[in-house]
């Protein structure tokens, strides 16, 4: 407790650096992954494709798509925007799946309907499919938020700032309260941002108070995407 005491200038250090990292792909995942969703449930013969090369993306070993991107990028080996750009490539990779099925588990008659009522294809997904589709979307998007505040840690394995410096260095030292510390912050993270969506779900989404059961089974949706995704 006394490490955490004299330490706390440095883990609150930190956890914003986290923070930081981890919030820019959860949101570029979620805006680069909705057309490609689209695309993936509108069109047979692309969804084969755009999932299975979306769920290879996931197969990438972190630690080297790390180190590669400078190169690939034109930034420097320490340059944040490594971490970012990969844990995007990763949100991508997770959340197209969701997309797709999101979109398809929209009823076809209320699809139906709304084009009788002279929606266009724009229209009809922004104003029907898409607020429809919403629990399984804010379902896959609380794994893919809980996947990138994990994967986060591994950038300090390349010197970029996180809470992983806690688990390196507590390990190098021997120092089990600095480790623990990591860990736990890590966790508090992961457990804030899944709250926040969780509040914001329920103020975009009222509709969704009502049957409980279908945000379990959105969940339960998410997670076995994520796991075929993932080549698991």
Known sequence: MNWV????GLIWSLTLDHIALAVPPI???LIISIPLGWLANRYH?????????SGLL???PSLPLFIALPALLGTGILDPVNVVVGLTIYAVALMVRSVADALAAVDPGVTQAATAMGYSTWGRFWHVEFPLAGPVLLAGLRVVSVSTVSLVSIG????VSSLGYLFL???QRNIVAEVASGIVATLVIAVVFDIILVLAGRILMPWNRADPRASAKARERAVVGAVTAGGV
């Open 58 to 60: 996931y197969t990438i």
């Open 27 to 29: 949101i570029l995942g």
């Open 5 to 8: 005491t004299n330490n706390f």
């Open 45 to 53: 013969a692309s969804r084969g494709i755009l999932l299975t090369v």
């Open 169 to 171: 260095n507590g390990l």
């Open 156 to 159: 300090s394995v390349i010197g």
